[in-house]
Structures are given as structure tokens and as C-alpha cells.
């Protein structure tokens, strides 16, 4: 909770204060930790956040644009990287911060909550012939493209809810963390197009800066996709 207005600049995404603070809870334990997730090339962020948000009566009600003051708000962090995920939460429970800062603000802690999720849950299997997504916050997809095919830019950014580069996102962060490593049949059996996107639902696009110090201007999408 903030006892004043915290706003952000426009196509700033409030999400990236969440970032923020999480990079400053992992600083303050550790300065060399901290720097090693940030300025990691080429591999993925540790960790996953949920920006701030608050239940509404009609379910999720991310704060994209301002948090209003004296209005209680979540957020909430999902870590991959066992270490640093052990590091924060025996430090939460000998000695849980106070407050944490967003946008140079003050934000008391009205309560803090810590999950561990077995590698056993993970490890479920659940069967599903049609699933959704919602996505809540802009997303894309960074599409690598080898330099023989494109000169300049082999980074590009796709803005809809393509199954394939979202299932392979998510086998990239599996193996990059997590035990046991899945294996390169699974991509082969992407490849053959077996989940197909059957309709979409309320999906805009959103420009916004994705880096403050370069000013590099990012499209993501949100919205609901249906899935077979």
C-alpha cells in the first residue's frame, strides 16, 4: 500500500517497478548476485512477476497506469533459480522487510507470503484437448532469426499468442532452471504444429518502453487465446 498516488510516465509499463523492487530486495542481500541476474546476456531472467494488481469484483485488476493511494495492491514473484529463491526466503522469514520501494516510493508491507512448489507438482501431468490463456500483461514473443537470412535485426519481436514460440519459451525456461532437462524431441514434435490457436478473445496490442536508458519501444499483446 502507498500513501500517495504512484503514477508512471506514459508507454511506461507499472510492471517494470515491480522489476525494480525485486532487483532491490535481491540487492540488498547480495550486490554481486543482484548484478549477475541483471546484466546476464543471452539467458533468461530468474524469476517471473505478477505486476501490481488487486481482486475485483470482476476477477484480476492489473494497475497499469497508477496506483491509487491508500489502496491495498499485490504483487507477486515467481523464482526459478533454486539459490536465489532460497536466499530470499530465509531471509523473509528471520527478518521480512518492512516496505518496499516503487517509483521512489514507500510502499508498506501489509503481509508477506512465501510458496515452495516441489519439483513433484511441477512434474504433474494433466491432460488437456483444449486449454486457454489469459495474458494479462503485454507480452511477445523474441523471434531469433540467423544471420544469413537477415543482415540487421535478428532479434525480432512477435505480438500474438503463436503457440509454437509460446510452447518453446517455455521449454527454454524449463531447461534453463529446472530438472530433469527436456529433451530436443519435444521441439520436433512442436515443429509438426500440434497445437493450434482455435479463437481469440479481447486482444489488443500495447506500445510501450521496454528499457528505460535506451528508450527502445516495444509492442505486447493481451487478451484471452483458445487453444486445441
Not at 528471520?94 to 516441489?118: M, R
Not at 544471420?147 to 534453463?176: C, G, M, Q, S
Amino acid at each position: 500500500m502507498s500513501y500517495v498516488d504512484i503514477r508512471v510516465k506514459p508507454k511506461i509499463f507499472i510492471g517494470q517497478l515491480g522489476r525494480a523492487a525485486f532487483y532491490a530486495m535481491l540487492r540488498s542481500l547480495s550486490e554481486e548476485k543482484a548484478r549477475e541476474v541483471h546484466d546476464r546476456k543471452g539467458g533468461y531472467a530468474p524469476f517471473s512477476l505478477k505486476p501490481p494488481h488487486m481482486e475485483a469484483a470482476k476477477g484480476l485488476k492489473v494497475l497499469n497506469k497508477i496506483i491509487p493511494a491508500n489502496t491495498p495492491f499485490n504483487i507477486e514473484f515467481d523464482i526459478l533459480d533454486s539459490n536465489i529463491a532460497k536466499m530470499l526466503s530465509e531471509v523473509f522469514k528471520e527478518a521480512p522487510p518492512d516496505k518496499v520501494i516503487l517509483a521512489y516510493t514507500e510502499c508498506p508491507i501489509i503481509e508477506l507470503s512465501v510458496k515452495n512448489v516441489s519439483r513433484e507438482e511441477l512434474l504433474q501431468v494433466v491432460s488437456h484437448k483444449k486449454f486457454s490463456l489469459k495474458f494479462i500483461t503485454p507480452t511477445y514473443f523474441r523471434i531469433h532469426i540467423p544471420k544469413e537470412i537477415r543482415k540487421t535485426r535478428h532479434i525480432r519481436a512477435l505480438p500474438l499468442p503463436d503457440p509454437y514460440h509460446l510452447f518453446v519459451n517455455l521449454y527454454n525456461l524449463w531447461n534453463a532452471f529446472l530438472e530433469p532437462k527436456i529433451s530436443q524431441e519435444y521441439l520436433e514434435w512442436l515443429n509438426q504444429q500440434p497445437i493450434l490457436i482455435s479463437r481469440v478473445k479481447s486482444i489488443n496490442t500495447h506500445c510501450f518502453t521496454e528499457d528505460n536508458k535506451t528508450n527502445v519501444i516495444t509492442i505486447g499483446f493481451t487478451g484471452i487465446a483458445f487453444y486445441t
